[in-house]
């Protein structure tokens, strides 16, 4: 069965620090995807890695794909309140379905 | 934009009772999911409908059951409620099957059973 496993669950930080999410698996991945998640809304897609060791930014967050496949990093820069919210990594198992880590919770406070 | 609409956004049931949760989906994708989200482990799979006309189980199936109604809506029935079930639902819907293609989601339905 392949697991992704996210860490931390949880997350309190102070608005302009630096932080890091992990997601790992045992298993290779075609690709991961990461998502996030305000209260009271559905996941929505911010970014797809595809190759190992790729690199993708979006502004202020910074997502890597481990060299095999097996992991992948979401970094955030001088985090802002905006920013608050359910962090999700996902990747398409051996029979096509998405399966998704537990989540990683980001408060972000003023 | 309408996107993934989901209905009813909020539910409290009985055990026992019986309800069927609404989603289409304006994109005239081919591919529509049911997922259940419970603290602490993501999204779990109950149901989906690789495209019109076929569904198959996910990884939670026991007490559900889907319609694919026609290529926009995909509805998720709760034939016995029972307090396990209580759970935020989210339908998603994809242009084609498979964990590579982008899945949208709706705003979910936030279903008690006492």
């Known amino acids: 069965t392949q697991l992704l496993e996210q860490s931390p669950q949880f997350l309190s930080i102070q608005e302009g620090e630096n932080l890091t999410v992990y997601c790992n698996s045992s298993?290779?991945?075609?690709?991961l995807q990461w998502y996030r998640q305000e209260p009271g809304e559905g996941p929505v897609l911010l970014v797809t890695v595809v190759t190992g060791g790729e690199v993708k930014k979006l502004k202020r967050l910074t997502f890597q794909f481990g060299d095999a496949r097996k992991d992948s990093s979401l970094h955030i820069t001088a985090a802002q309140p905006g920013d608050t919210g359910l962090y999700l990594c996902a990747g398409p198992n051996q029979g096509g379905k998405l399966i998704f880590g537990q989540g990683t919770e980001l408060s972000v406070k003023p | 934009n309408a996107g993934v609409t989901q209905t009813p956004k909020f539910q409290v049931l009985k055990t026992g009772q019986s309800m069927t949760l609404q989603c289409a989906q304006d994109m005239n994708h081919n591919s529509m999911y049911w997922y259940r989200q419970d603290p602490g482990m993501g999204l779990r799979l109950i149901y989906y409908?690789?495209?019109?006309?076929?569904?198959d189980k996910g990884e939670v199936p026991n007490g559900y059951n889907v319609s694919r109604l026609n290529k926009r809506e995909f509805s998720l029935r709760l034939e016995s409620a029972a307090p396990s079930q209580t759970s935020v639902y989210f339908c998603?819907?994809?242009?084609?099957?498979?964990?590579?293609?982008?899945?949208?989601f709706g705003a979910g339905t936030r279903l008690s059973v006492l």
């Open positions: 409908s690789a495209s019109e006309g076929t569904t």
């Open positions: 298993s290779v991945f075609s690709s």
């Open positions: 998603a819907s994809s242009e084609g099957w498979g964990g590579e293609n982008i899945q949208y």
